[in-house]
């Protein structure tokens, strides 16, 4: 089974521009997570897609953040215009059930560094 | 507020000298406690869940453990292909289903 695939890996890109990360979960996994790591913090909730449907967004920290997730399958996280503090690795996740007493399948995260 | 600590913050081991990690909570309502492994440039990979205190789950050399206020990650005879980083994270609130994660214990298993 393919896992949860994000991209790019790595960006780069100046303070004011726009970025957006992909994630591709699990097919057929209904909940779709994100999350960050800011440099030397822990791991921090930024939202979680039941479908189509943004289930819980109490972690987005502003709203310079947009996520979308179309038809259920893949999601975008666009961060417009970027600011030096976004700088991170933002992780996505995918469970066939929110409960996840399966636990959640991680992709290997985009490192996102504004400078 | 929800909180949760894990310690060390790293730790280094020969291999075979079997240690345990630490996961402190302090949550309005545990509904389950989750144990992670991180490699370089990876994302988290799923070890265990916790739901109530006594529970204990094993796998190879890994064996986790509950009680009301911690948990604990005892790494039996480690192996240089434990090292990692180990995560905790525990939901709490109903209605929710986001992780509070702890800052992780850095584990190196020395040949």
């Known amino acids: 089974e393919a896992g949860v695939t994000q991209f790019p890996s790595h960006s780069v890109i100046e303070k004011g521009q726009t970025v957006t990360l992909r994630c591709d979960p699990i097919?057929?996994?209904?909940?779709l997570y994100w999350y960050r790591r800011v440099m030397g913090k822990e791991i921090k909730f930024l939202l979680h897609?039941?479908?189509?449907?943004?289930?819980?967004e109490s972690g987005m920290p502003n709203n310079r953040f947009l996520a979308e997730r179309t038809g259920g399958t893949y999601s975008t996280l666009k961060v417009q215009p970027a600011e030096l503090e976004d700088s991170g690795v933002y992780f996505c996740a995918s469970s066939q059930d929110g409960e996840g007493s399966h636990g959640y399948t991680f992709g290997s995260g985009t490192r996102l560094t504004v400078v | 507020e929800d909180q949760v600590t894990q310690s060390p913050e790293a730790l280094r081991l020969q291999e075979g000298e079997s240690s345990s990690l630490n996961c402190s909570y302090t949550v309005s309502g545990l509904r389950g406690l989750f144990w992670y492994r991180q490699d370089p440039g990876k994302g988290p990979e799923f070890l265990f869940t916790?739901?109530?205190a006594g529970e204990e789950k094993e796998k190879e050399r890994l064996k986790a453990t509950l009680t009301k206020k911690e948990s604990f990650l005892h790494i039996t005879a480690p192996k240089p292909e434990d090292s990692a980083t180990y995560l905790c994270a525990v939901r709490a609130s109903e209605g929710t289903y986001k992780y509070i994660f702890g800052t992780g214990t850095r584990l190196k298993v020395l040949a």
């Open positions: 097919s057929g996994h209904d909940n």
């Open positions: 897609f039941v479908k189509e449907s943004k289930q819980d």
């Open positions: 916790l739901y109530s």
